[in-house]
């Protein structure tokens, strides 16, 4: 039950490539919105958006399962009041030990080891291999992240990808020594806690053995420890050496780049200062024409407004001569009438008289 729930769980670590990539997928798109280019999306942009995600993942989950070691580890799950040489309390132990944590992980298969009837030697050798398959793989992951986010600075990516790529290499370095020493003080716990209390139960000439295979597996782990951790130093030595020179690389392409941009910048703009200033030029000569037509154009209005004033008064002046001709031609008209009738007035008139026979 114990084998089928161990390969069920995986290796007790939150670093597995699936939640990695998975989780540095959806940060890619999240990192996308700050740091979208102003000239659309290219390949490169993507791929580089897409490793700084999947960095960023890395640390995230790197510096949970660092906690989570550590918490576990911290809570002493092998108590000194144990007689774990008794392989029935290792048994009892071991099903009572719960949680899902490489170090929890570790000491269940030690324990259920020793309490299934294997040798010291054989458990001292079991724990040796556990540690030294964990430093592998911590060397493994710290140098593919490491890889990935140097090959970044190659994808021509904006500056501030750049930036956040030469951060997360450093996030990774730390968070890769931190649980380097947490690797190495989880060894120490169980070679100290475990290893050193489970007893022998081989002849009274195998304690020698036993004890040797002890510092066998203590100095192995040790070795391998050592070697890890110069193999990383080498590595991220490396590493950082190709993320220097391809973001110098990068910079100066962008620099290059800017200065071009700036150089057609100032072209066209004084191409366009030269074109602005030859329009203008034109536009004022158009506008001085068209001020010139006006003003003769108001000058023509004014003779028209003097030449109207001067028709209406001499139409009012017609008007005036007309009236005045027919007041005369009355004027006339009854001075002639009145002469007729004092010319019959004064005319010598005779007086007749005649009788009639009947009067």
Request: proline share 2%.
């Amino acid at each position: 039950m114990e084998k089928r729930k161990a390969k069920c769980g995986g290796y007790g670590m939150f670093t597995g490539i699936y939640g990695v990539i998975g989780l540095g997928i959806i940060l890619g798109v999240l990192l996308g919105f700050p740091f979208k280019p102003e000239a659309g999306w290219t390949k490169s942009d993507l791929a580089a958006t897409l490793a700084n995600g999947i960095a960023l993942a890395y640390v995230l989950l790197a510096a949970i399962d660092w906690f989570v070691q550590w918490l576990a580890l911290s809570k002493n799950p092998l108590p000194h009041d144990l007689d774990l040489s008794d392989r029935a309390v290792a048994r009892e132990r071991g099903a009572a030990l719960a949680g899902g944590a490489l170090i929890q992980r570790h000491i269940r298969r030690l324990l259920a080891a020793w309490g299934a009837g294997a040798s010291g030697p054989q458990v001292a050798a079991m724990a040796g291999s556990q540690m030294i398959r964990l430093l592998a793989i911590l060397v493994a992951e710290t140098a593919a992240i490491l890889v990935l986010v140097s090959a970044a600075a190659g994808f021509a990516a904006p500056g501030g990808l750049l930036t956040l790529g030469t951060g997360l290499m450093v996030l990774v370095s730390i968070v890769a020594l931190a649980r380097f020493q947490l690797a190495s003080q989880t060894a120490g716990y169980i070679e100290s806690h475990l290893l050193a209390r489970i007893g022998n139960d081989t002849p009274s000439a195998a304690g020698v053995e036993f004890a040797q295979a002890v510092a066998k597996s203590v100095a192995d782990s040790t070795a391998s420890l050592a070697a890890a951790q110069a193999k990383f130093a080498e590595q991220l030595a490396k590493s950082q050496d190709q993320a220097a020179a391809q973001i110098a690389k990068a910079q100066q392409e962008a620099a290059g780049q800017v200065a071009k941009a700036q150089g057609d910048m100032t072209s066209k703009l004084a191409s366009a200062q030269q074109e602005g200033a030859s329009q203008l030029a034109k536009a004022q000569d158009k506008i001085s024409e068209q001020l010139g037509r006006i003003a003769a154009l108001a000058g023509t209005i004014d003779n028209v407004l003097k030449l109207q004033q001067a028709v209406d008064g001499t139409l009012k002046g017609v008007a005036v001569t007309d009236e005045f001709k027919s007041t005369l031609v009355e004027l006339k008209r009854h001075l002639a009438e009145s002469d007729a009738l004092l010319k019959n007035a004064a005319r010598p008139r005779t007086i007749r008289l005649v009788e009639k026979g009947n009067e």
